[in-house]
């Protein structure tokens, strides 16, 4: 009996170890047959100095990772972190978000921050950021991308008092940032008053293009950018489908594909023929048996693989796209944070790094299995 109860210890003090020596973030579970582990190199609280932890998107400028967050106090909201060390991330300085920043860019040492106030600038220096301009843009910005010296900008509002929402697409020179002037607009509003439709949070360009989501896949030939106009769409939502009210993210593979995410229904894969770009095909959809859906999708595709991140249930997940019609689970791990928030995705190709954003918690993860 004593025999038995020694065992029973030494039995439960081994467990207990291993449990103890399992990582707090960036274990995977219920790992399938061919699925591995992501590895986990280091994380860093989000938590600003305006008390929030939100990350609406990201971009990586060499060694330094830029935020857009939310401040209120001022002084701080959208952090900007030094990544020269992975395994150590060092928060630099905090960039004023009030409004709140939810598409940034950085280009020659300024940093353009979509808001629902219109389009900032800010002059970066190695410890600090200051205020250029701002170009009041009529509704609440959420996307801006640059092509040359012109910002794309998109933004929503609404009309009167009732819920009826429309997409615009602003063109903006940016030839001076101290000097930011509009140069043309297109609204996107087929709904009548009082209608709810989906709107566009994304905006992507490609070549003479510019790639939007609404009630589907839309593009506008940008070729003068005074005077843009819709050139193809595909109505998903008018053809029986699912509606794109909610869209989380949207990337360009190559020259063909579109990706764009929906947390209702997945990631949209749209085919562009080069002859005919005005018209795009829905390909298939990535869908519930591959994510879990109900939150924010965050994405990035390289080559044939996606890196994803699905905030429902707070899983980084590496996918085989070689056929997008099956897409295969590569890896995976749960990565901290809360639970149906904002996440977010940047690779570094050179490092072949995933930086992974949840509210809360930015995680860099080693990816040099996936890349090439």
Request: proline share 4%.
């Amino acid at each position: 009996m004593r025999n038995n109860l020694i065992y029973s210890s030494l039995m439960l003090i081994v467990l207990i170890s291993l449990m103890l020596s399992l990582p707090a973030v960036g274990f995977a579970v219920g790992l399938e047959p061919g699925e591995v582990r992501l590895s986990l190199i280091s994380s860093i609280s989000t938590l600003n100095k305006c008390g929030n932890s939100d990350v609406f998107d990201m971009k990586l400028e060499g060694n330094t990772l830029f935020t857009g967050g939310a401040g209120g106090c001022q002084s701080g909201g959208s952090t900007v972190y030094d990544v020269s060390d992975p395994s150590n991330l060092v928060k630099l300085y905090e960039i004023d978000a009030y409004p709140k920043h939810l598409g940034i860019e950085v280009r020659d040492g300024v940093y353009y921050a979509a808001t629902e106030q219109g389009l900032f600038s800010y002059k970066l220096s190695g410890s600090s950021a200051v205020f250029m301009d701002n170009l009041f843009v009529e509704g609440e910005g959420y996307d801006i991308e640059l092509v040359g010296n012109i910002a794309y900008y998109i933004s929503n509002k609404t009309q009167g008092h009732m819920f009826n929402l429309s997409g615009i697409l602003t063109s903006v020179d940016i030839t001076d940032p101290t000097y930011m002037r509009e140069i043309g607009n297109i609204v996107f509003n087929d709904y009548p008053i009082g209608a709810h439709p989906p709107y566009p949070t994304n905006v992507l360009v490609n070549g003479n293009y510019v790639y939007v989501g609404k009630e589907g896949f839309l593009s506008v030939d940008v070729r003068n950018p005074g005077e843009m106009s819709i050139s193809g769409r595909n109505d998903i939502k008018k053809r029986g489908g699912p509606s794109l009210h909610r869209q989380d993210d949207m990337q360009i593979s190559g020259d063909r594909r579109v990706f764009k995410a929906h947390r209702q229904y997945g990631i949209f894969v749209f085919f562009v023929d080069n002859t005919i770009p005005t018209k795009p095909t829905l390909e298939t959809i990535i869908d519930s048996r591959t994510l879990a859906l109900g939150g924010n999708i965050a994405f990035r595709v390289e080559g044939n693989k996606m890196f994803v991140v699905t905030a429902a249930d707070r899983q980084f997940k590496v996918l085989d796209v070689s056929d997008v019609n099956n897409p295969v689970i590569l890896a995976i791990a749960t990565v901290d944070g809360q639970t149906n928030s904002t996440v977010e995705i940047e690779i570094d190709n050179i490092r072949k790094l995933a930086f992974v954003s949840t509210k809360g918690y930015i995680s860099v993860f080693d990816i040099s299995r996936f890349l090439p």
